[in-house]
């Protein structure tokens, strides 16, 4: 029996593992967690908001699915690591922003991370755990968003509503805003180079709109091994909590006959937030984590109404710009690198 810690039970991520673990005999669920919703007697142990790292230390899991929003799921992300405790992690905001720390967790630990983000999900089963010096390079592949297609000019007056009409994938508001904006693929960007030490002029982006393929390892001998599948997450979350094997899942098996595959390149002059992750990615220090804590804000703003679709990309760039990107030796110097971001990301938006 794996013993399963579920952190962010109540968000899409959370309510399709809910599924999974409910369909696998193999797998409890002894701890659930949420952000403020309430959850008694969705599991043994519960806890609604608060230090998740105190809920861990009493649940004893086998595994811990990581889906909580934003920076805050860093602790629970270390937690797991330190401790050798495997790791499904659907909060990419942790690796992105503690990208240095959460690896060196996890050289003392040795626990096993298994990415649940789908793009990575695909990557880690398309390498294989072949060494570094084979692979020639990755490509992420992105929906491309509602706004696909247009020009900088014309998202000037777009709303939430239309940001959050995403039209492959269905997720949660903030990782639907960041795939209109294109930040999203600049997130996973930052993630796949920390899982998988690739260097990020070997991670290449592509536009996909119809998200059947969900990433590409290519390498050195000229093979490129793709990932097909539905866009449905049950897929990479019920591979993270049954790995190494593969559980039956009700998703429907993808029939290739009628299935056309188009790739094109990222509009970066309209989607800013892409370039600018990768700009911050290279820079490496504590720039990821400004990058990201400067977008969860500036989202919250857009979603409020306080502050455009445009002007999350500006927030971002401000925060950038005002930040020394001094690399984080802690936790505590990395929340205040988060929070220093954040507050000048909350001056644009106000
Ligand atoms: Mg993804």
Request: proline letters at 5%; hydrophobic letters at 45%; glycine letters at 10%.
């Amino acid at each position: 029996m794996t013993r399963v810690a579920l952190l962010g039970a109540t968000g899409s991520i959370g309510r399709q593992a809910i599924e999974i673990v409910e369909a696998n005999a193999g797998l409890e669920l002894v701890a659930a967690a949420s952000g403020s919703e309430p959850i008694d007697g969705l599991a043994p142990l519960t806890q609604v908001g608060g230090d998740l790292t105190d809920l861990l230390d009493r649940a004893e899991p086998d595994i811990v699915l990581n889906a909580v929003l934003g920076f805050a799921g860093l602790p629970a992300t270390l937690w797991a690591l330190e401790r050798g405790v495997t790791l499904a992690l659907a909060n990419k905001e942790s690796l992105v922003a503690g990208g240095e720390l959460v690896l060196a967790a996890q050289e003392r630990g040795g626990g096993l991370l298994l990415p649940v983000d789908s793009e990575h999900s695909a990557l880690f089963q398309c390498l294989d755990g072949r060494r570094a010096e084979e692979v020639d390079s990755l490509v992420l592949t992105a929906s491309g968003g509602p706004f696909r297609g247009r020009k900088r000019g014309e998202l000037a007056d777009v709303t939430p509503e239309q940001a959050l009409e995403h039209p492959t994938w269905r997720m949660g508001r903030k990782i639907t805003v960041d795939s209109a904006t294109l930040a999203n693929k600049g997130l996973e960007l930052i993630e796949a180079h920390f899982l998988f030490g690739v260097p990020f002029e070997k991670i290449d982006v592509v536009i996909h709109p119809s998200s059947v393929v969900h990433g590409v390892a290519r390498f050195r001998d000229g093979a490129a091994l793709a990932h097909l599948g539905h866009p449905d997450m049950r897929v990479p979350i019920s591979f993270a909590l049954t790995y190494p094997a593969r559980a039956a899942t009700p998703v429907p098996r993808l029939e290739l006959a009628g299935t056309t595959l188009e790739f094109e390149a990222p509009d970066l002059e309209t989607f800013p937030l892409l370039r600018l992750a990768r700009d911050a990615g290279e820079r490496g220090g504590t720039f990821p984590c400004v990058f990201n804590a400067a977008n969860e804000v500036a989202v919250e703003a857009f979603l409020d109404g306080r502050l455009s679709f445009l002007g999350i990309a500006d927030a971002v760039d401000e925060a950038l710009a005002a930040s020394d990107g001094a690399p984080a030796r802690d936790l505590s110097e990395l929340v205040e690198a988060d929070t220093a971001a954040r507050t000048v990301a909350e001056g644009v938006s106000a």
